[in-house]
Nanobody, 122 residues
Framework: QLQASGGGLVQAGGSLRLSCAAS????????MYWFRQAPGKEREFVAR????????IYADSVKGRFTISRNNAKNTVYLQINSLKPEDTAVYYC?????????????????WGKGTLVTVSS
């Protein structure tokens, strides 16, 4: 199981660190993703990190502001969000995938976590 946390209400320009804690099994061999879904919009890819942490990929909309990282010893993935914008308001979800290929559509993920809400005020 995956559980995302760390969301909240912040002002534009602020920062948050989201966490995705895994339980019940080790996810050290899984690629981990962050997705988000804004009100009235479809889910979108945010970031991915390989199982080893050596490779990361970001959506263009968050590149340079968001940083994904992981601590396999703690079975936890993080998303550092800086320079928040109102358009970053969304429910953020983490997901785990055993495939080596990047799947930005989010289809076929092995596990999904419950989301955490990030609200950015202008």
């Amino acid at each position: 199981q995956l559980q995302a946390s760390g969301g909240g209400l912040v002002q534009a320009g602020g920062s948050l660190r989201l966490s995705c804690a895994a339980s019940g099994r080790t996810f050290s061999t899984y690629a981990m993703y962050w997705f988000r879904q804004a009100p009235g919009k479809e889910r979108e890819f945010v970031a991915r990190i390989s199982w080893s942490g050596s490779s990361t990929i970001y959506a263009d909309s968050v590149k340079g502001r968001f940083t994904i990282s992981r601590n396999n010893a703690k079975n936890t993935v993080y998303l550092q969000i800086n320079s928040l914008k109102p358009e970053d308001t969304a429910v953020y979800y983490c997901a785990a995938d055993r495939r080596s290929s990047v799947v930005v559509a989010g289809s076929g993920m092995d596990y999904w976590g419950k989301g955490t809400l990030v609200t950015v005020s202008s």
